[in-house]
């Protein structure tokens, strides 16, 4: 499913510094997006690693300490400045999902995931400031979940296939005092685009990067657990503003059943780019440099977020339903799909208090022509410390709703399959910080047409999650 190890490991956005939004056969989704959860100490910096991840989010794990930040998934040290040039990351996470009613089949499966990262700060090594390299080895394991619900969205975004592989590898250098940042290499995109920080709370692939995206392409975009090699470029035209773009090849490293290739012929190229409007109450009056800095590695939480985004495959793809003459599937060169993402704090206790309510809202249009998902629409609240005595947890309500684009609703039609609109679930879910190193997570959703056809009776899954992380 994708999902995005970031999501759940802690995206190293430029936000805060999400299995893909979907189903990982289809796209490697996000979101992240694994899901290792874990939350930084310090409270004012407190999220689940993860949208882009981590997706990611997808994997995450933040290390707070006195002099320094350490973070995993894909985030480097927020600075040049002292202590050691190598920075280490490791995380787990384990999760058991029963499928109690409806779906496919009822049934109970383990999965889990396990990632080690490297970020070596070149500055403190050779004098090279403003560069970094990270390196991010992930393995998953275990059952498919999906198996048993039937979904297209992604029950778990921690789905993917069994495997020891290169998450992300990649050269980053910052120029103009952190305002323009230069990434090259093997890179989740979702660690930066199409993420939002309330949205790494939840285990549903699709609320770390919306399905119309995750499900694109061949394969899916370069998102958890299968990325490509490309480059992404960022600015920041002001302190709360961020232009963002990237150019990656159009299929993700690992072709589907074809072994590892680069650039193959066909694979086309994957464009995208994202704007996106912050606003952080400690920037308001705020002069100097630091608040213009950018990149993968900077943890720095936003109080709302508003993004807009667009992606394009160069490459050419069969229509789900029309044909030739010789009934070969017309084919139609490139496919396009857009995003809009909002995200804000709603209330905080203020006072140096814990409790805060968050919320936020995905709209997603994708390719009609060669998806069968062609919109989505996400949302849902968080709510920060819940209980007087449980400052670090948080509860979660969201929903995700994935709508059939017209030609594959033809295509369903002319097989005689029974009709849907589309995939709806519902999300309810507790995050409970047992210790710094530990987190656990239970976890209900409730899928609405399973699959985004009438085949299926609705399904009730339940699951736990625990991660620890060092």
Not at 88 to 106: D, H, K, M, P, Q
Not at 178 to 200: A, C, I
Not at 417 to 445: F, H, I, K, N, R
Request: overall charge positive.
């Amino acid at each position: 499913m994708a999902a995005s190890w970031t999501a759940l490991v802690g995206k190293g956005s430029t936000e805060l510094s999400t299995k893909k939004g979907s189903r990982l056969a289809l796209s490697r989704i996000p979101r992240i997006q694994f899901a290792v959860r874990f939350k930084i100490q310090r409270k004012k910096s407190r999220r689940i690693a993860g949208k882009t991840q981590l997706l990611l989010g997808v994997v995450g794990a933040l290390m707070a300490k006195d002099g320094g930040l350490l973070t995993a998934c894909g985030q480097t040290a927020a600075g040049d400045r002292g202590g050691s040039p190598l920075v280490l990351a490791f995380s787990y996470t384990g999760e058991l999902v029963l499928n109690a009613a409806g779906g496919t089949r009822r049934g109970i499966t383990y999965l889990g995931g396990g990632g080690a990262q490297v970020t070596l700060l070149l500055k403190r090594l050779v004098g090279w400031h403003g560069a970094s390299i990270f390196v991010f080895v992930l393995d998953t394991h275990g059952g498919t979940p999906s198996n048993f619900v039937g979904d297209i969205q992604g029950v778990s975004n921690l789905e993917a296939p069994p495997a020891v592989r290169l998450e992300e590898a990649w050269l980053q250098q910052n120029f103009l005092h952190d305002r323009l940042s230069w990434l090259v290499g093997r890179y989740d995109l979702n660690t930066e685009f199409y993420r939002l920080q309330s949205g790494e709370l939840f285990v549903n692939s699709s609320l770390g990067i919306g399905p119309e995206f995750a499900q694109s392409g061949v394969a899916g975009p370069s998102i958890f657990p299968n990325t490509a090699v490309g480059t992404r470029v960022e600015f920041k035209p002001s302190r709360n503003t961020v232009w963002r773009a990237g150019i990656l090849d159009g299929v993700p490293l690992d072709h589907p059943g074809d072994g590892v290739r680069l650039f193959a012929p066909g694979d086309g190229l994957l464009l995208v780019g994202e704007v996106a409007l912050l606003g952080r109450p400690d920037t308001v009056g705020e002069t100097r440099h630091p608040r213009f800095q950018i990149g993968r590695g900077l943890v720095r939480t936003y109080a709302g977020k508003l993004a807009l985004g667009a992606w394009y495959y160069t490459a050419s793809f069969p229509d789900l339903v029309d044909t030739l003459a010789d009934g070969e599937p017309v084919r139609h060169s490139g496919s396009a799909g857009v995003y809009l993402i909002a995200d804000r704090t709603l209330w905080s206790a203020g006072h140096g208090r814990p409790e805060a309510l968050s919320g936020f809202v995905q709209l997603g249009l994708g390719d009609r022509r060669v998806n069968q998902i062609s919109s989505y629409l996400g949302g849902g609240l968080t709510l920060t410390a819940p209980f007087p005595s449980r400052a670090e947890d948080q509860v979660g309500l969201a929903v995700a709703a994935a709508r059939n684009g017209s030609h594959y609703e033809r295509a369903q039609a002319a097989a005689g399959a029974p009709a849907a609109p589309g995939e709806m679930t519902l999300e309810l879910t507790y995050m409970a910080q047992l210790a710094s190193y530990l987190v656990a997570q239970p976890d209900v959703q409730y899928v609405i047409h399973p699959g985004g056809t009438g085949a299926l009776a609705n399904a009730i899954v339940s699951g736990v999650r625990v991660s620890i992380s060092h």
